[in-house]
């Protein structure tokens, strides 16, 4: 399958690597940046295709599906053409930058009846896929608390690139950059919260415009409870944490594997075999390979005809979560809905 790429900055890099690992399934047909020295600095290093304009990647019929790597304000546009001239999407995370623009740009792909994936990864960690099976095993029982945990750290460098943690072009901080990738496998596991209470906000740690720093509480329909808490002030970073607390055992998923304790004596790892977190001050320091599977689900879900794992819709989940979490924060920590 013939692929366009739009977008060509930091985020490009484990695309093009899980590209190359495809490359018997996959080929990059052309890239397109804005910038000619973004273009020619991608051509040099990576010696793909280049296209000189957007629409010499959407107005060519021979590449029927395109990746969109480019800054979350400009998603909505970028969706609704590449809708419009027939294209399957595969988007880097987050949808947009609020809401309602989410909303908007989910449905301009349904419309136009193609596929529209969104770039969650770390849904295809192994460690992610056996907590998934375990509980849909009963192997915990009841779960009764769920934690979740993202500890990393970025120099004041990173949030100095224009519009880095912006509302106009990030559309927040932490929460919609870098713990959206926790909050969605959790959800991958457990659902959405129906209510949460917390707080967001700028540490002293950054110069920036939104958070850097978000922890809240969780009610589940279920009664189970929770927590949450993400930020990027947390030097030298640490790998993030997902516990699962059942009536018949327990379980870790951290950024290389799982730990399983069950009630009946039984315990044990299973590791993810990936290299690599991003949780320090390069937040590209990891492997390609979940980025693979999710490329591979993507590219299968165009030949098959069906929704990819994290869809459009799908990923509208972890927004409303982190929306309901801000929304708490503005109102001095009140008890919000999350409205999934």
Known sequence: MRIGIIGLGMASAPHVAALRVLGNRVEVAAAFSPSPERRAAFERAHGLPMATSL?????????????ILTPPSTHLDL????????????????LEIDGGRSRDLVEAAERADVRLGVVLQNRFRPSIEEAARLLMDGALGEVVSVSVRLSNWRPQGYYDEAGRGTRARDG??????????????????VGLPEEVAGFAATSRAHRMETEDVAHAAMRFASGALGAVSVTTAAFPGFPDAIDLFGTSGSLRVDSSGVDVFLADGRQWRTEDGTTGTGTGSDPMAFSSQNHERLLADFLDSIAEARSPRVSGREALKVHALIDAILTSSEASGAPTRVRG
């Open 55 to 67: 629409e010499a990647i959407l107005d060519d019929p021979s590449i029927p599906a395109v990746l």
């Open 79 to 94: 969706v609704r053409r590449a809708s419009a001239a027939g294209k399957h999407i595969l988007l880097e995370k987050p």
């Open 172 to 189: 927040g901080g932490v929460l919609l950059t870098q713990g959206i990738h926790t909050l969605d496998a959790m959800i991958a596991l």
